[in-house]
């Protein structure tokens, strides 16, 4: 964790392990600016990814990725929670139910990981 500092919380939902390509758009000095990551992990309520680029913990940022087997990229608002080198903690902020159920399709198709404590929910 940034600084050493200890973050442990229990997730509200499960996550599965699933590498996608995700652009991240961000507001530094009022330029929007933008980027492209990879995410490591995806549940309900957020996703772990790795962005070649300085977040700042408690910054909203806005997202778009695309699901396996969708056509229909999601854009979301977000929330950056933590992070640990270029790995950040994401937590969705306006996802609709719809996109929320897609990923939750998710947890069947791929397995989900074990570890309960982290970032967003």
């Not at 652009?23 to 600016?33: A, E, G, T």
């Not at 933008?34 to 995806?42: A, L, P, V």
């Not at 962005?51 to 695309?66: A, D, K, N, R, S």
């Amino acid at each position: 964790m940034e600084n050493g500092s200890e973050y442990s919380q229990v997730r509200q939902w499960a996550r599965v392990q699933l590498e996608l390509r995700v652009k991240i758009s961000y507001s530094r000095h009022n330029v929007l600016q933008s980027t492209h990551g990879r995410s490591h992990d995806i549940g309900e309520g957020g996703f772990s990814i790795y962005v070649p680029c300085e977040l700042i913990e408690g910054e909203h940022v806005e997202l778009e990725f695309t699901l396996p087997a969708s056509r229909t990229p999601i854009r979301a608002r977000a929330t950056v929670r933590n992070r640990e080198g270029f790995r950040y903690g994401i937590e969705f902020v306006t996802l609709t139910k719809a996109q929320r159920d897609d990923i939750a399709r998710l947890s069947k198709a791929y397995p989900a990981l074990t570890r309960n404590t982290g970032a967003a929910s």
